[in-house]
């Protein structure tokens, strides 16, 4: 079977990249598979992919570079949507020459004009959601920001995704609340993202310290962790909380970190690269996100053997934690309820061993090969194969 992913970058550092990269590579592994990347985009200042790239996945850079000068200011950002018509151009000719049976769009530059985009044969064409699905109004800041957001939902939603044979989401709280009962409910699979790093690594049980990792932004509302953590501070002032990452709020709250006097107990520790090998230094995972598409990082905690706290935030918690086995859930923006579960694990090593070693179980979920496996039963499924 040959199936191409689209996407725009496969270099810059995120999610999707991560996520994709590990699928091809899955997907490669299985006899009688042919897989391609397709991307538009290459990172100046990190131009190898963010993950190694199975030598048996093809990669084709379309030389598109939509963010080559968006840093400029927005003249340029427009300037770059003008680019859209060769996107178009080069991805029609080099899926010509392909035909394969399967297009996967990322849900990037590519997913407005993907479908039908093919004229030599007919694929099926699938389109992955990363987020869950009102990500838009969620993340929103203005009354402008919700209209843009409804008008694009109705866009994206009612006019594009039809056109797509599949849609995926990633949890089944999503599905469940957003898309069961949408006019392209028999078409949305759930499928959910694999563990991105193979480590041997695990976690230390007796290591009196707490992690977060995650970009230092609104969505992730570290504001809220820290503020749980003063609670936590007063009754346990041998424990430290790790936060790994960076972004536009760290000066805030570095700033919040020293005016609570929790400079000794939380420390900013910045973006690292080996993020499993840094989370099996630690004996409890927190997340406090507003929301997220998955939650990645909570398998990625949990394949380390990682008891897990998190807010049951929209969508993704709430599929990889089961509550009071591997980890524990407490109602979103909930300090005092966070600081509660959080003092129940370290005032105990046999339960952080008990949920830590549950979690492992957990992990398996998500290896890389048997997401592979639920990809490939869609596929044969479209391709009537």
């Not at 899955?26 to 190898?48: F, S």
């Not at 990645?296 to 089961?322: F, T, W």
């Not at 600081?339 to 090593?349: D, F, P, V």
């Not at 979690?359 to 990809?375: C, F, G, H, K």
Request: proline content about 5%.
């Amino acid at each position: 079977m040959k199936i191409v992913y689209c996407i725009n970058s496969i270099s810059h550092t995120g999610g999707i990249e991560r996520v994709t990269i590990a699928k091809a590579n899955a997907l490669a592994d299985i006899p009688g598979n042919e897989v391609w990347i397709a991307y538009t985009d290459v990172n100046p200042a990190h131009p190898e992919p963010v993950l190694p790239v199975d030598a048996r996945v093809r990669l084709s850079d379309l030389n598109i570079r939509y963010y080559a000068d968006d840093y400029k200011g927005w003249y340029y950002r427009m300037k770059s949507n003008l680019r859209r018509r060769k996107h178009k151009k080069i991805l029609k000719e080099l899926l010509d020459d392909i035909r394969p049976d399967i297009v996967v769009s990322t849900g990037q530059c590519e997913k407005y004009f993907l479908p039908g985009l093919c004229r030599k044969h007919t694929p099926a064409y699938v389109r992955e959601f990363h987020y869950h699905r009102y990500y838009r109004k969620e993340g929103a800041k203005s009354l402008a920001g919700r209209i843009k957001a409804a008008v694009t939902d109705f866009y994206d939603f009612r006019l594009q995704l039809p056109r797509y044979d599949a849609t995926c989401v990633l949890t089944q709280e999503d599905f469940d609340r957003n898309w069961r009962h949408s006019h392209i409910a028999g078409k949305v699979h759930v499928i959910p993202n694999p563990l991105t790093e193979h480590t041997s690594a695990r976690a230390h049980y007796d290591a009196h310290t707490a992690v977060t990792v995650g970009r230092i932004a609104a969505q992730k509302n570290h504001a809220s962790l820290v503020r749980a953590w003063e609670r936590v501070a007063e009754t346990h002032p041998d424990w430290k909380l790790a936060i790994y990452g960076d972004g536009e709020l760290m000066e805030a709250l570095r700033t919040q970190v020293a005016e609570a006097g929790l400079e000794e107990s939380v420390l900013l520790k910045g973006r690292v690269d080996e993020v499993s090998e840094r989370m099996a230094e630690c004996s409890i995972f927190v997340l406090t996100s507003r929301f997220e598409g998955f939650g990645l990082v909570l398998a990625e905690a949990a394949n380390v053997g990682l008891p897990m706290v998190s807010y049951a935030c929209p969508c993704g918690p709430r599929d990889i934690i089961s509550d009071g086995t591997d980890g524990m859930l407490v109602p979103p923006e909930d300090e005092e309820s966070l600081a509660r579960a959080l003092k129940k694990l370290m005032r105990s090593e046999p339960l952080r061993r008990r949920m830590g070693e549950a979690a492992l179980q957990t992990a398996r979920r998500y290896d890389p090969a048997a997401i592979a496996r639920q990809w490939m039963e869609l596929f044969n499924k479209l391709t009537n194969l």
